[in-house]
T-cell receptor, first 115, second 112 residues
Framework: NAGVTQTPKFRVLKTGQSMTLLCAQD?????MYWYRQDPGMGLRLIHY???????AKGEVPDGYNVSRLKKQNFLLGLESAAPSQTSVYFC??????????????FGPGTRLTVT | QQQVKQSPQSLIVQKGGISIINCAYE??????FPWYQQFPGKGPALLIA?????SEKKEGRFTISFNKSAKQFSLHIMDSQPGDSATYFC???????????FGKGTKLTVNP
């Protein structure tokens, strides 16, 4: 099992450009998440999905869109990149979130720089 | 409003020493408290977790202490090793919620 994979690993964008980050998991997990990690800010939830075809907003959703057309994939889109979106983006998945609560498995991250 | 407050922001410990990281929460509905460990260039990974029905959980050199009345929990790393150098995140989750709330992280450096 590859676990959670993220594509690409690194990306540099100019302000106003768009891009899509791809997350894939091969563990048949129901729940998937996108986080951003900034120095001193911890992990902040951008969007999440509780199943194929569903998405929901997290703590910092503005400027991002997501789609979950297939259970194993969760896409994060930036329509018009801004320097404030320079960050490391992590995808995570979990089997379920109901009791007993299940751990989240994280991908290796995508380092995005917006100039 | 920061729901989980973590301290210290950074910690330097000598090899063999005890590392202690503290977290405090506000929402009494939280009922699951995991700690995640993140090495440089990697994604976080679950280290150990506790529920409020117990006051302590130990796995090897790692122990979580939980104080429900004070709404605080802490991670203790005994006999700290250079390989433990990483960033540690505490988190909290409410039953029925899909979301983890993370602390801001503690960068631990264990000197040889």
């Amino acid at each position: 099992n590859a676990g959670v994979t993220q594509t690409p690993k690194f990306r540099v964008l100019k302000t106003g450009q768009s891009m899509t980050l791809l997350c894939a998991q091969d563990m048949n997990h129901e729940y998937m998440y996108w986080y951003r990690q900034d120095p001193g800010m911890g992990l902040r939830l951008i969007h999440y999905s509780v199943g194929e075809g569903t998405t929901a907003k997290g703590e910092v959703p503005d400027g991002y869109n997501v789609s979950r057309l297939k259970k194993q994939n969760f896409l994060l889109g930036l329509e018009s990149a801004a320097p404030s979106q320079t960050s490391v983006y992590f995808c995570a998945s979990s089997y379920r979130a109901s009791f007993p609560l299940d751990e989240q498995y994280f991908g290796p991250g995508t380092r995005l720089t917006v100039t | 409003q920061q729901q989980v407050k973590q301290s210290p922001q950074s910690l330097i410990v000598q090899k063999g020493g005890i590392s202690i990281i503290n977290c405090a929460y506000e929402n009494t509905a939280f009922d699951y408290f995991p700690w995640y460990q993140q090495f440089p260039g990697k994604g976080p990974a679950l280290l150990i977790a506790i529920r409020p029905d117990v006051s302590e959980k130990k796995e090897g050199r790692f122990t979580i202490s939980f104080n429900k009345s004070a709404k605080q929990f802490s991670l203790h790393i005994m006999d700290s090793q250079p390989g433990d150098s990483a960033t540690y995140f505490c988190a909290a989750q409410r039953g029925g919620s899909e979301k983890l709330v993370f602390g801001k992280g503690t960068k631990l450096t264990v000197n040889p």
